[in-house]
């Protein structure tokens, strides 16, 4: 979860498709990005060795958690026409895998489904449009395929998204088909 507002919008989004994955037999955690210590990309370069970054913070037992899933759900609110800043510093820390598959042609990431859910305020034509490119190299670099996704605009005040029936149902939905297909 990439929002630093609990219970939001991107929150409660995420929980629906948490219930709707946990419906089909399926384990999930949520992990919140927010509560996490995690340091920015410093380009130190060790990655290029052997895959693995050498800072040492938070990300280790992501990567881990990143690698051991057969899906993964990424729920951000949009700022500023992208995901948030504390889900953009795991995104970037993520340099570590895209070098093991691209750079080292290290093929041990198992393939798993992806899901994108995103929460504007904006109505803006182009809001979403920044934030899927992302996303979806994001996905690349871990090795999980863009398979859903669930974009709401016009939606901004802390639980509004609870006025938004059919936007709850459709995050149970892809929880659910992450699962079975």
Request: charged share 25%; with cysteine.
């Amino acid at each position: 979860m990439g929002s630093p507002r609990i219970k939001g919008n991107s929150d409660l989004l995420l929980d629906e498709a948490l219930k709707g994955a946990q419906s089909q037999g399926a384990e999930a955690e949520k992990i919140v990005v927010d509560k996490l210590q995690i340091a920015p990309c410093k380009e130190y370069y060790g990655c290029l060795k052997d895959g693995n970054c050498v800072i040492r913070d938070d990300m280790d037992d992501l990567y881990l958690k990143i690698l051991d899933t057969d899906a993964i759900i990424v729920a951000s609110p949009i700022f500023f026409y992208t995901v948030s800043a504390q889900l953009m510093l795991l995104i970037s820390r993520c340099q570590a895998l895209w070098a093991r598959k691209y750079v080292l042609k290290n093929m041990d990431i198992p393939l798993k489904k992806g899901a994108f859910i995103a929460v504007g305020a904006t109505k803006g034509e182009k809001l979403f449009d920044g934030p899927k490119l992302t996303i979806k190299y994001f996905f690349q670099a871990i090795n999980a395929g863009y398979t859903e996704e669930l974009l709401i605009r016009g939606v901004d005040k802390r639980g509004e998204i609870k006025e938004h029936p059919d936007a709850l149902a459709d995050a149970y939905v892809i929880g659910k088909k992450l699962v079975t297909g």
